[in-house]
T-cell receptor, first 110, second 113 residues
Framework: SVLLYQKPNRDICQSGTSLKIQCVAD?????MFWYQQFQEQSLMLMATANEGSEATYESGFTKDKFPISRPNLTFSTLTVNNARPGDSSIYFCSSGDFRYFGPGTRLTVL | GEKVEQHESTLSVREGDSAVINCTYT??????FPWYKQEAGKSLHFVID?????DRKQSQRLIVLLDKKAKRFSLHITATQPEDSAIYFCAASPNNYAQGLTFGLGTRVSVFP
């Protein structure tokens, strides 16, 4: 099994600022995905984080807005640039075998 | 791209009865269908999955059925207990680990005594 940790658990930021969300796995994970969940709604796949290369983004998500880094097989960072109230949601990382999700980072943009 | 429709938005069942959640998908390339449970304020917890090479899988009180022809899969929670109350999500993927999941909208299951 894999344990995924996310930092921070929650954050509140002002519109226009940027923030970073970290995902750390306790063992190597070949693929890692990032999802966005609005309150009590479904999860939307944002991107696939690839080790040592650019992330692959889904429609509606761009690398300028949500740059993702994956320097090694246990770590990934999602950045939310120029945060807007519409970005207020929960962000989850997950393992590539679809079994494990991080605890989520709840973001509120004022 | 893939679309997953989860047909029941809410389900209310009496303790001990079965709950059934139905999902349909559109992409014939999808071959992996997991289910997740999400309790209030928590992350997703994997509960069971099924791959396209089988049409039925059981894990304790959970049964998943897959009808590839109809592009439909379902989760059966048998002998429900109060702790089964949560939101359940179905999802689909081509199962090549390079593509993530497409989720249904979720079903809120409430088990009452």
């Amino acid at each position: 099994s894999v344990l995924l940790y996310q930092k921070p658990n929650r954050d509140i930021c002002q519109s226009g600022t940027s923030l970073k969300i970290q995902c750390v796995a306790d063992s190597q994970v070949v693929s890692m995905f990032w999802y966005q969940q609005f309150q009590e709604q479904s999860l939307m796949l944002m991107a696939t984080a690839n080790e040592g290369s650019e992330a692959t983004y889904e429609s509606g998500f761009t690398k300028d807005k949500f740059p993702i880094s994956r320097p090694n097989l246990t770590f990934s960072t999602l950045t939310v640039n120029n945060a807007r109230p519409g970005d207020s949601s929960i962000y989850f990382c997950s393992s590539g075998d679809f079994r494990y999700f991080g605890p989520g980072t709840r973001l509120t943009v004022l | 791209g893939e679309k997953v429709e989860q047909h029941e938005s809410t389900l209310s069942v009496r303790e001990g009865d079965s709950a059934v959640i139905n999902c349909t998908y559109t992409d014939t390339a999808s071959s992996y269908f997991p289910w997740y449970k999400q309790e209030a304020g928590k992350s997703l917890h994997f509960v069971i999955d099924i791959r396209s090479n089988v049409d039925r899988k059981q894990s304790q009180r959970l049964i998943v059925l897959l009808d590839k022809k109809a592009k439909r899969f379902s989760l059966h929670i048998t002998a429900t207990q109060p702790e089964d109350s949560a939101i359940y999500f179905c999802a689909a993927s081509p199962n090549n680990y390079a593509q993530g999941l497409t989720f249904g909208l979720g079903t809120r299951v409430s088990v009452f005594p």
